[in-house]
């Protein structure tokens, strides 16, 4: 039972070891594709693989063969990876805690506006380079294209995804009047619609938001398994120190006993002593 740490560390570590090869293979595979969408994930994946990597080789090591300063550091980086995990889950709680759709009268689908949503995810909605990279995403996904072959009598009845509602077709409020400014950036034509629209821009939080409330449930759980782990991991950290200075019941590892460096002087002087007296 004192070695049950070390294995189960071991065992962990073994598996995430292997995990990370493919986490590795598909950032580089995605670099070779040049779809846009899918290159904004090429480096949040090779650094979440090469981290799980180095990580589960620490841990490998310093469980199976009792390395102490190697869990030392893989128990050091498993507690900034914590931290780490535990900011972020709060931070995306509060930067999309406001937000969410407007319901529109008659209609299944509900719009979105972007002031509703938090100062931060509207400043990074709002950055030139990102947003190019978000509406090539959109464009080349083909969302607007579903709803081509809608007739008058779908649009009233059917419900749309936030993006469908903000980018594929201008705000319903144009039907009455035309005081919002996206009334006037919506055509009709396939690469323009409502891509331009800032009711575009706030579907794509809404989407966002909503996959950020997803991802941080599950980091909940990730953060209490973690935290099981970081504390196995400390057994076996003390295990393996305890296996480089002590030693089990029963055995004894000693060779010889060597005597002090000047016992033979100190020998020969009381044997000459006791000779001449």
Not at 73 to 96: D, E, N, R
Not at 170 to 195: G, H, K, Q, V
Not at 263 to 268: A, E, G, N, P
Request: hydrophobic share 40%.
């Amino acid at each position: 039972m004192q070695r049950f740490s070390n294995s189960v560390i071991g065992f962990l570590n073994f598996f995430t070891l292997l995990a990370s090869i493919p986490i590795i293979g598909a950032g580089l595979w995605i670099s070779r594709s040049t779809t846009t969408c899918e290159n904004f994930f090429q480096t949040p994946l090779l650094i979440i693989g090469f981290i799980v990597l180095m990580i589960s080789l620490f841990g490998f090591i310093g469980a199976c063969f009792h390395v102490a300063w190697a869990l030392w550091v893989y128990l050091v980086i498993m507690l900034l990876i914590i931290a780490a995990i535990l900011g972020l889950t709060i931070f995306g709680f509060a930067v999309t805690s406001q937000g969410g759709g407007v319901e529109v009268p008659g209609r299944v689908y509900m719009e979105y506006h972007l002031e509703n949503y938090s100062i931060w995810m509207r400043n990074k909605i709002k950055d030139p380079q990102y947003w190019s990279t978000m509406r090539s995403c959109i464009m080349g996904s083909n969302t607007c294209s579903k709803l081509a072959s809608w007739t008058s009598l779908d649009v009233m009845e059917k419900d749309m995804s936030p993006i469908q509602s903000g980018c594929c077709k201008p705000p319903t409020s144009c039907n009455t009047n035309m005081e919002d400014n996206d009334c006037y950036r919506w055509n009709n034509a396939a690469n323009i619609l409502c891509y331009n629209c800032d009711s575009c821009k706030a579907g794509v939080l809404e989407n966002i938001r909503r996959d950020w409330h997803k991802v941080s449930v599950l980091s909940v759980v990730v953060l209490v398994f973690l935290i099981g782990i970081y504390s196995i991991g400390c057994c076996a950290f003390r295990n393996s120190r305890r296996a480089q200075t002590d030693y089990p019941h029963g055995e004894n590892r000693m060779s010889k006993v060597r005597p002090r460096w000047d016992y033979h002087c100190w020998r020969w002087f009381h044997e000459k002593k006791e000779q001449l007296f």
